[in-house]
């Protein structure tokens, strides 16, 4: 398996594995579910199909080879989870700048009545406020790339044990 396979493979599994989470989001987006219970069963199901395809991805890439250690089963399931990563907070900035900006509006214009609502709502609080609101696209993108990217380092370390293949018996054929 040459490097540069791996990355490019990599790359497009980890392109297909971004698609989950932002079909997930653009639901949740645009149907605007109700319910915690609905919007639960949507988060699991896309929170088991990314394992899913994770899995697939990193035992796909197993299956190339005769054996694969832990840490070459992890290492390609993180770059895949990287690649995600990167689209997915990509994709999160977009919609946060450019497809959905009213819903954060909304979302900050509540939070505001609310504050003013408690007396909690002072100019400095508010002026951080404003600060935060102008700033939300990039503090998404930071912040969900770094999710991402620790969630997917999580899920390929626990991934890894079940798509490495090592021939436990290694040492003793050339004897």
Do not use: H
């Not at 319910?35 to 697939?56: H, N, P, Q």
């Not at 690649?83 to 954060?104: D, H, M, N, R």
């Amino acid at each position: 398996m040459d490097q540069e396979n791996k990355w490019s493979c990599a790359a497009m599994d980890g392109l297909y594995l971004s698609i989950v989470t932002v079909i997930y989001t653009l639901v949740l987006s645009v149907l605007q579910p109700e319910g915690f219970l609905v919007r639960s069963i949507i988060w699991i199901a896309k929170f088991a199909g990314c394992l899913y395809l994770l899995w697939y991805f990193m035992k796909k890439w197993s299956d190339k080879s005769d054996t694969i250690s832990y840490g070459q089963s992890f290492n390609y399931g993180f770059i895949v989870c990287i690649f995600s990563s990167i689209v997915c907070a990509c994709f999160g900035y977009a919609q946060v700048e450019w497809l959905f900006p009213e819903q954060i509006d909304e979302a900050f214009a509540v939070t505001k009545e609310t504050m003013a609502a408690q007396g909690s709502l002072n100019s400095t609080t508010e002026n951080a406020l404003e600060m935060l609101m102008a700033n939300y696209g990039r503090f998404t993108l930071f912040i969900s790339l770094f999710y991402y990217a620790a969630f997917g380092a999580v899920a390929s370390a626990i991934t890894a044990n079940f798509t490495k293949k090592e021939n436990p018996f290694g040492n003793l054929e050339n004897e």
